[in-house]
């Protein structure tokens, strides 16, 4: 039998596969994007760093429905600069109202004032 004959014999099957399933620990927590919804699958990654994906991919990728796992909440890279920059702007205003009420001259409500 040759190399090519091995070769031959071996099909590359696809990850979401019954065997694969069955190969597959589902996370004890499913980091899922506050925002738009979107999950990061952290399988085979580093925590913190997997790759994002929709809902139905990863049911499809490990047959296990994600609204089954438990989930927590976190932002994609897409949408924590969305937040960052809604943040900032913010506070951006947040200062130049304080500013603006600080500016204004003191005004002197007492009685004797009237
Ligand atoms: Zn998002």
Same mark, same amino acid.
């Given at each position: 039998m040759?190399?090519?004959?091995?070769? $031959?014999?071996? #099909?590359?099957?696809? %990850?979401?596969?019954?065997i694969?399933?069955?190969?597959?620990? @589902?996370?004890? *927590?499913l980091?899922?994007?506050?925002?738009?919804?979107?999950?990061?699958?952290?399988?085979?990654?580093?925590? $913190?760093?997997? #790759?994002?994906?929709? %809902?139905?991919?990863?049911?499809?990728?490990?047959?296990?429905? @994600?609204?089954? *796992?438990?989930?927590t909440?976190?932002?994609?890279?897409?949408?924590?600069?969305?937040?960052?920059?809604?943040?900032?702007?913010?506070?951006?205003?947040?200062e130049?109202?304080?500013?603006?009420?600080?500016?204004?001259?003191?005004?002197? *409500?007492?009685?004797?004032?009237a």
């Amino acid at each position: 039998m040759s190399i090519e004959d091995v070769l $031959g014999q071996i #099909r590359v099957e696809p %990850r979401s596969t019954p065997i694969i399933r069955a190969l597959f620990s @589902p996370p004890q *927590l499913l980091p899922v994007c506050c925002l738009c919804g979107i999950i990061r699958d952290e399988t085979d990654a580093i925590p $913190g760093f997997g #790759r994002w994906m929709t %809902r139905e991919s990863y049911r499809e990728t490990h047959g296990v429905n @994600p609204s089954d *796992l438990p989930l927590t909440h976190t932002y994609c890279p897409e949408c924590l600069v969305k937040v960052r920059i809604a943040v900032r702007q913010y506070f951006l205003e947040l200062e130049c109202h304080r500013n603006s009420v600080l500016s204004f001259p003191d005004i002197d *409500l007492s009685p004797e004032a009237a």
